[in-house]
């Protein structure tokens, strides 16, 4: 059963802490996006890679955050140092795309990380 | 770029009537309109998408429909259960670039009581 694996599920860190999230996407998949969920913001695009470059960060705090595809297996989202306002749930999802578009069908989404910056 | 708006933002509904959610999109070179429901504790997983060629589409007890001209389109569930009940989430895939994106709705959660 094919699935975005996500760690860790659950963070609780103190403000100034480094925190880094893993992803995993589905093997065979070529893009991979990060989001973070709030109440407020509702799903919010931070980083997408296809075929592990980096096209498109704009959404993401650039002086605190930091996206990376080591390989093609993993994705990594970094956050330091981390700040009250950073307290949401940070999802990866990964897709196939075909053609010359970064995703033409369907977003496989991993279960989230829960991220509490006290 | 492209703006999702979503109503409304909460749905009760008894068992067995039908629900209906509505997004309104922004970029008129929009292609792609998919709708992802979400469980608690759980990621947005697809339940039905459509395309700008087609104007409406069915799968069991979902549909969704497009109006290209009005920018809109709506997601109906029928005969509702208790296992409906979850955040559904509307999206936009932007225009003719080859690098667009899906932009979401802020989400409607939808509560079917037995």
């Known amino acids: 059963d094919a699935r975005v694996t996500q760690t860790p599920r659950h963070k609780v860190t103190e403000m100034g802490q480094e925190v880094t999230m893993r992803c995993q996407p589905i093997?065979?998949?070529?893009?991979v996006f990060w989001y973070r969920q709030t109440m407020m913001q509702g799903l919010e695009l931070l980083a997408y890679?296809?075929?592990?470059?980096?096209?498109?960060d704009s959404g993401m705090p650039k002086d605190r955050f930091s996206a990376e595809m080591p390989d093609a297996t993993l994705a990594t989202l970094k956050i330091q140092p981390s700040e009250p306002r950073d307290s949401a749930v940070y999802f990866c999802?990964?897709?196939?795309?075909?053609?010359?578009?970064?995703?033409?069908?369907?977003?496989?989404f991993g279960e989230g990380s829960r991220l509490t910056v006290l | 770029g492209e703006n999702v708006e979503q109503h409304p933002s909460t749905l009760s509904v008894q068992e067995g009537d039908s629900a209906v959610i509505k997004c309104t999109y922004s970029d008129s070179a929009s292609n792609y309109f998919p709708w992802y429901k979400q469980e608690l504790g759980k990621g947005p997983q697809l339940i039905i998408d459509?395309?700008?060629?087609?104007g409406e589409k069915k799968d069991q007890r979902i549909a969704v429909t497009l109006n290209k001209t009005a920018k809109h389109f709506s997601l109906h569930i029928t005969e509702t259960q208790p296992e409906d009940s979850a955040v559904y989430f509307c999206a936009a895939k932007g225009g003719d670039s080859g690098y667009s994106t899906l932009t979401f709705g802020k989400g409607t959660m939808l509560l079917v009581s037995p």
């Open positions: 890679f296809r075929n592990r470059a980096p096209l498109d």
């Open positions: 459509i395309r700008s060629n087609v």
């Open positions: 093997l065979g998949h070529n893009t």
């Open positions: 999802a990964s897709g196939l795309s075909l053609g010359g578009g970064p995703n033409t069908g369907e977003l496989f």
